[in-house]
């Protein structure tokens, strides 16, 4: 089902934008599926930001944080390694900092995945196909479309305080 608005599935402009998390010593190829996967039209989702070499300081952590602001949720594409990375790791920590929506994608079938070491244990691998990445990007449509509605309802009770009531 298509549908209209920010959050609409099949222009351009309303994909759900997301920061892909990958252990890049290991998983490279996972990440370009993905970025070939969102180039369809039909997709609903483009990757914004993405896993970067990691220089171990404050600011390669608040860069970090800037970028997973700025998307509408977090994809971690799960690995044989990804336990061990610590990037990923961090990356993941960051998003549930930030209170972004997240999910933990199954990359490989044939081989067993492992979450990183800062998943909660509640956090499910999904296995990566078209129709649960569908699922799942909905769900993040209608976290953000949720997110939006509560910011403009407190905009909306700000602004009423400010003016005087009549008496």
């Known amino acids: 089902m298509f549908e209209s608005g920010r959050f609409g599935v ?17 998983d490279g190829d996972l990440y370009d599926r ?29 860069g970090l944080r800037r970028e997973i602001r700025k998307v509408d949720g977090v994809m971690i594409i799960c690995g044989e390694h990804t336990d061990c990375s610590e990037r990923v790791g961090t990356e993941l920590r960051i998003a ?13 079938r044939e081989l067993t995945c492992t979450k990183p070491a800062t998943a909660r ?28 509605h509560l910011a403009a309802l407190s905009r ?10 009549p008496r």
């Open 121 to 148: 244990s509640a956090d499910g691998m999904y296995s990566w196909t078209w129709e649960t990445l569908q699922s799942q990007i909905l769900t993040i449509r209608r976290a953000a479309r949720s997110s939006e």
């Open 10 to 26: 099949g222009s351009a402009t309303n994909k759900i934008r997301f920061f892909v998390s990958y252990d890049g010593e290991h």
């Open 34 to 62: 993905l970025v070939e996967q969102a180039s369809e039209t039909a997709s609903g989702f483009e990757v914004s930001a993405r896993s970067r070499a990691r220089a171990p300081t404050d600011l390669w952590d608040e």
């Open 96 to 108: 549930q900092e930030e209170k972004q929506p997240y999910f933990l994608l199954w990359g490989q």
């Open 156 to 165: 909306a009770k700000a602004t009423s305080k400010s003016r005087p009531h």
